[in-house]
């Protein structure tokens, strides 16, 4: 990385050193910057940029980089920041995400009982489950209810809106 600095400011970066410019102090062409040494870089302007490490974020902050002049080299200075709103609720999505996979991976064994209760439900003769209405229509909101928060969770992740893990009360009785 480069900067070309003038009068002590970084007026633009680069990835490359462009393939010629003019020395500032007698605005002669120099060819061939890629290969010049440091003083007839330095002299068209055109400075190595010294890297340092990105500082870790916190749960407020964040760090924005930069590049200034420093003792007389530019050099990279990460700017602390708060978290934005958009990166707040990024940062929450990105969380929950593993979250989602997991329950959804646990869900897949719930899923294929629910199917073999619900074919046993369906399995049943009109007089048994007359016989007890109240408990079959229980088994079969229960069995509903997995299959709809497995499908929330489906939803959420297919569409990315993992900024919730919430797939409803769970609700036992």
Do not use: F
């Amino acid at each position: 990385m480069y900067a070309y600095v003038i009068d002590g400011v970084v007026r633009e970066e680069s990835g490359s050193l462009p393939a010629s410019a003019r020395r500032l102090d007698t605005g002669e062409w120099v060819m061939g910057l890629d290969t010049a040494p440091d003083d007839l870089l330095h002299a068209t302007g055109w400075w190595e940029v010294i890297d340092t490490p990105r500082p870790d974020d916190t749960e407020t902050t964040t760090h924005d980089r930069t590049v200034e002049v420093v003792d007389g080299q530019p050099t990279v200075v990460w700017v602390a920041r708060p978290w934005t709103a958009d990166e707040l609720a990024a940062e929450e999505a990105a969380a929950n995400t593993p979250q989602l996979v997991a329950e959804s991976d646990e869900s897949v064994d719930k899923l294929v009982a629910v199917v073999e209760a619900l074919n046993a439900l369906t399995a049943l003769t009109n007089a048994d489950i007359n016989a007890n209405p109240a408990a079959i229509i229980k088994d079969l909101a229960r069995e509903c209810k997995t299959i709809a928060r497995q499908a929330n969770r489906e939803a959420r992740l297919t569409s990315g809106r993992t900024e919730s893990t919430d797939t409803g009360d769970v609700v036992d009785t």
